[in-house]
């Protein structure tokens, strides 16, 4: 089924630029996507329940034990720049003072 796409109203709505080919190209894939999207509401059962993932998922996080930190020193070795035993950066906001 052949989908009718305004691709100046995606473009627009998207707040990109397309030249005449990209805005074909773009207008050619979006038809296939939807296609295939409508291909997929097709073989969807009414008794098969909605999941958002077709795999399980079960937790992977590991138990919070404590290890020994790293060395204050060898933290530091590899830091562009440290004063007085921290690492320096440069000031990224202005605090208004």
Known sequence: MPVEIDIDHVAKLARVQLT?????????????????????????????APTASPIPKVNV?????????????????????????RFLVPKIAETGS
């Not at 005449?20 to 098969?48: C, F, N, P, S, Y």
């Not at 996080?61 to 035993?85: I, K, V, Y």
């Open 20 to 48: 005449d080919d990209e805005k074909a190209r773009m207008r050619d894939q979006l038809a296939v996507i939807l296609e295939h999207a409508a291909k997929v509401g097709e073989v969807a059962a009414d008794d098969v």
């Open 61 to 85: 996080f590991r138990d919070d034990e404590p290890e020994p930190s790293l060395p204050h020193d060898a933290a530091l070795a590899n830091a562009p720049a440290s004063t007085d035993g």
